[in-house]
């Protein structure tokens, strides 16, 4: 089995042949941009599905969700390059950051969690994945991401570097499934995402990795609120975040942005169509609901 299943993609283009002629690497065709997202709704039913169903959903998971919609409606940004053409990806896959402490030096390294076909599996579905894997990561109990974070740190980082780029030219570009070598299969996915909220951050733009052959990343910003005008133009106060996205110009342009947030912005406003209701009470003993005890 390849590591990643792809087809070519066809009809490319004159920019887009363009683009990849213009811009060899990674290091040149970032393109940065933030869209600012009302999310007064999507909190209400994150309260209401921890009420209902006792698990701790965030707008880290509804990410996750939103993510598989949109690459459900733009495929053609589910996309890698390898051997200077655009392959679209057969599956969608989505890429967190995870913080985590070296036990040892107590320096904050950064791991991840890769949650597959979001768009086939519901919210309490993402949430214990996503729990389950962030454990495993933090307590340095995945194997496949404790080997490999191991191996770097005893690495001089010209050899680092290299390796990288050989591990990448055997995932992506030969597509090899490389499970055998302890490397895992497709490990960064369609789209990286790392929540810089947690952090008080409103605003950042994370740098796109070559190695990893992902076109696009996204920085969740905190919650705030703001003033803005209503439908009367009578300013009233909205509790917004700001996703700030960088992307491969030679995959991705306006165009495809434009799409990708409007799907975001319609699943934030409108959670119950775009995620589904909240799932039906669910009883504890007799008399008892989580919905009579507080949200972890």
């Given at each position: 089995?390849?590591a990643?299943?792809l087809?070519?993609?066809?009809?490319?283009?004159?920019?887009?042949?363009?683009?990849l002629?213009t811009?060899?690497?990674?290091?040149?065709?970032?393109v940065y941009?933030?869209a600012?997202v009302?999310?007064?709704?999507?909190?209400a039913?994150?309260?209401?599905?921890?009420?209902?169903t006792g698990?701790?959903?965030?707008?880290?998971?509804?990410?996750?969700?939103?993510?598989?919609?949109?690459?459900?409606?733009?495929?053609?940004?589910?996309?890698l390059?390898r051997?200077?053409?655009?392959?679209l990806r057969?599956e969608i896959?989505?890429f967190?950051?995870?913080?985590?402490?070296?036990p040892?030096?107590?320096e904050?390294?950064?791991?991840?969690?890769t949650?597959?076909?979001?768009?086939a599996?519901s919210l309490?579905?993402i949430v214990?994945?996503?729990?389950?894997?962030a454990?495993?990561v933090?307590?340095g109990?995945?194997?496949e991401?404790?080997q490999?974070r191991?191996l770097?740190?005893?690495l001089?980082?010209w050899v680092?570097?290299?390796l990288?780029?050989?591990t990448s030219?055997?995932?992506?570009?030969?597509n090899?499934?490389m499970?055998w070598?302890?490397?895992?299969?497709d490990?960064?996915?369609s789209?990286?995402?790392t929540?810089?909220?947690?952090l008080g951050?409103?605003?950042?733009?994370?740098?796109l990795?070559?190695?990893?052959?992902?076109?696009?990343?996204?920085?969740?910003?905190?919650?705030r609120?703001e003033?803005?005008?209503?439908?009367?133009?009578?300013p009233?106060v909205v509790?917004?975040?700001r996703?700030?996205?960088?992307?491969?110009h030679?995959?991705?342009d306006?165009?495809?942005?434009?799409r990708?947030?409007?799907?975001?912005?319609?699943?934030?406003?409108?959670p119950?169509a775009?995620?589904?209701?909240?799932?039906?009470?669910?009883?504890q003993?007799?008399g008892?609901?989580?919905?009579?005890?507080?949200?972890?």
């Amino acid at each position: 089995m390849p590591a990643v299943e792809l087809t070519p993609k066809r009809n490319l283009s004159s920019f887009r042949k363009i683009a990849l002629g213009t811009w060899k690497t990674a290091k040149d065709p970032s393109v940065y941009g933030t869209a600012v997202v009302e999310v007064d709704h999507a909190l209400a039913y994150i309260e209401e599905f921890r009420r209902a169903t006792g698990r701790r959903l965030t707008i880290t998971h509804l990410m996750a969700k939103a993510l598989g919609l949109v690459y459900v409606e733009v495929p053609d940004a589910n996309a890698l390059l390898r051997w200077g053409g655009i392959w679209l990806r057969k599956e969608i896959a989505i890429f967190f950051q995870v913080a985590l402490e070296d036990p040892v030096t107590g320096e904050i390294d950064l791991s991840g969690v890769t949650i597959r076909r979001p768009d086939a599996k519901s919210l309490l579905e993402i949430v214990a994945e996503f729990e389950s894997a962030a454990a495993k990561v933090r307590a340095g109990k995945d194997e496949e991401k404790e080997q490999t974070r191991q191996l770097f740190k005893r690495l001089p980082g010209w050899v680092a570097g290299f390796l990288l780029d050989l591990t990448s030219i055997l995932i992506y570009g030969l597509n090899l499934d490389m499970r055998w070598a302890g490397l895992p299969r497709d490990p960064f996915g369609s789209a990286m995402v790392t929540n810089i909220g947690t952090l008080g951050l409103e605003e950042a733009y994370v740098p796109l990795v070559p190695y990893s052959r992902v076109p696009l990343l996204i920085a969740v910003g905190a919650v705030r609120r703001e003033l803005r005008p209503d439908d009367l133009g009578q300013p009233v106060v909205v509790q917004t975040m700001r996703l700030c996205a960088t992307f491969d110009h030679r995959i991705l342009d306006g165009s495809h942005a434009a799409r990708m947030v409007k799907i975001l912005r319609r699943a934030f406003a409108d959670p119950e169509a775009a995620f589904g209701p909240v799932p039906p009470v669910i009883l504890q003993s007799p008399g008892e609901t989580l919905r009579d005890k507080p949200a972890s």
